[in-house]
């Protein structure tokens, strides 16, 4: 019998953003065969949310780094000229996972961005055009692996309760106590929601988030009977 996995957000970004941190890790998890994966609108909207919002602050880092590289550079020091305007860039931005999609974006295409700060105008504009368009076949490809018809690679179900409170009162209160952090409590409670009225059967939860998921493992699998976390 197949499992049934739950998968978070971070798990279908990583698949679908190279310069993702865990892209090749993501990508390895979805060859495994025997999963049925599923996952809930409101994580559907946060993939939506990163990529628009990674659309708009990489857009933006690069004309900043077009209007500061925009003249001649010591080829000799331009890898440590590109890191120092990276950290003051990252340092004015208040959202810490702006700065890691930055830092990470920065960290897999230093190649590409030494000949954008050495190459000029037409490297540049080539270069922004194939970050939109990267960004762009995210959103088309979430939009069409992640929905609510049975073939789906990913079935996404969109009744989950908007508010956990009222339904899960108890186990929202816990989890917040464990996690502090409403959000991953919210989408715990979406595999919940989905294990005990729709699968009626155990669930992996698939994430990376180290911090708040995988680090509270114990609790939030005994606070919520039928989910084990798991990583990709």
């Keep these: 019998m197949p499992e049934n996995h739950f998968l978070d957000a971070n798990v279908i970004i990583g698949s679908l953003i190279s310069w993702d941190v865990q892209h090749d890790r993501s990508v390895q998890y979805f060859t495994t065969k025997g999963v049925l994966r599923h996952t809930s609108r409101r994580v559907y ?7 628009e919002g990674s659309r708009r602050e990489l857009l933006r880092y690069l004309k900043e780094f077009y209007r500061r590289f925009n003249g001649p550079i010591d080829p000799l020091h331009v890898d440590y000229i590109i890191q120092r305007f990276t950290t003051e860039y990252t340092a004015s931005l208040d959202n810490e996972k702006m700065r890691r999609i930055i830092n990470n974006f920065v960290r897999t295409h230093m190649g ?28 088309d490809e979430l939009a069409r692996r992640c ?32 996690l502090n952090y409403t959000p991953d409590v919210n989408v715990l409670l979406d595999s919940y929601h989905i294990k005990e009225t729709m699968i009626q059967s155990r669930v992996h939860f698939i994430t990376t988030d180290v911090i708040h998921i995988i680090g509270n493992r114990e609790n939030i699998e005994r606070i919520l009977p039928g989910i084990f976390i798991h990583t990709p």
């Design 45 to 51: 909207s946060e993939c939506t949310g990163v990529f």
């Design 112 to 139: 590409t961005l030494r000949n954008v700060a050495l190459g000029g105008e037409q490297t540049f504009g080539d270069f922004q055009k194939s970050i939109r368009d990267a960004i762009h076949y995210a959103l």
């Design 147 to 178: 929905i609510d018809t049975v073939d789906a690679e990913i079935f996404r179900y969109d009744c989950c309760p908007q508010d956990h409170l009222s339904l899960y009162a108890t186990e929202y209160e816990s989890l917040v106590s464990s």
